[in-house]
């Protein structure tokens, strides 16, 4: 009920109907894509969980992000912290998929039981 009702009410939710109707032809338009332009969307797609996963330390809150100003300022202040916060997020989801690479990929990848070959 509550995601039926924030459909219509609510316009800066995650369910409001505009946004729910823009990722759904994101994604149809994104399937229709060749297979080698869809590796940039999948790169960031990939380091979107850790731009999620940033967004609310805060360092954003050092960035300005709660000193939104209410004047002309506003659209390149919004500009800047969502560039801020697309690039430290990338930074560290790049930073933590090496030491994932080089350190628990690497051990889990010589268990012979956890890797072997399947036949389909």
């Known amino acids: 009920m509550t995601f039926i009702l924030g ?3 609510n ?7 505009t946004n729910v109707f823009g990722a759904l032809f ?4 994104f399937t229709k894509l060749p297979p080698r332009s869809r590796r940039p969307v999948n790169w960031l797609s990939a380091r979107a969980f ?3 996963f940033m967004h609310g330390q805060k360092i ?4 300005g992000i709660g000193a939104v100003p209410q004047n002309i300022l506003l659209i390149p202040h919004l500009a800047f912290v969502l560039v801020c916060c697309y690039l430290l997020g990338t930074a560290t ?6 030491l994932f690479d080089h350190s628990v990929n690497k051990a889990l990848s010589g268990l012979r039981w ?6 389909v």
């Open 26 to 29: 994101l994604f149809l338009f």
């Open 114 to 119: 956890l890797n072997r070959n399947i036949s």
């Open 50 to 52: 850790d731009v999620f």
């Open 7 to 9: 459909i219509f009410t």
């Open 60 to 63: 954003f809150q050092m960035l």
């Open 11 to 17: 316009p800066f939710g995650y369910d409001f109907i």
């Open 93 to 98: 989801g790049s930073f933590r998929m090496f």
